[in-house]
């Protein structure tokens, strides 16, 4: 079975502690399950107007793929589940926050 590359996004802000500690946490899942990490300060230009409107008041936002996973708190083994779960099957789980 080929491995489907996984990217996740991490929508943050440099003020928000919540945004923090997800990223914590997503860092110590992907030293167990490798992924491609990219964090997008919705303040910054390079953050798409669309997700910074849209999240202003609901980060940290994860995206797996381009596609919403969860948002607010990020459970180690939540995202561990929906990493395993996407990379057998292709489908996205949304997490509930």
């Known amino acids: 079975?080929?491995?489907?590359?996984?990217?996740?996004?991490l929508f943050s802000s440099s003020t928000c502690s919540?945004?923090?500690?997800?990223?914590?946490?997503i860092l110590?899942?992907?030293k167990h399950y490798p992924?491609?990490?990219?964090?997008?300060?919705?303040?910054k230009p390079e953050c798409p107007k669309e997700f910074a409107?849209?999240?202003?008041?609901?980060?940290?936002v994860?995206?797996?793929?381009?596609?919403f996973l969860t948002q607010h708190r990020v459970k180690?083994?939540?995202l561990l589940d929906a990493l395993k779960k996407y990379a057998a099957t292709g489908v996205v789980n949304k997490i509930p926050s």
Request: net charge negative; with cysteine.
């Open 1 to 9: 079975m080929a491995s489907r590359a996984i990217t996740l996004t």
């Open 18 to 25: 919540l945004c923090t500690t997800a990223k914590d946490a």
């Open 28 to 30: 110590k899942v992907q």
């Open 35 to 43: 992924f491609q990490l990219s964090v997008v300060d919705i303040h």
């Open 53 to 60: 409107d849209k999240y202003i008041f609901d980060i940290p």
């Open 62 to 67: 994860v995206h797996l793929n381009d596609q």
């Open 76 to 78: 180690e083994d939540k």
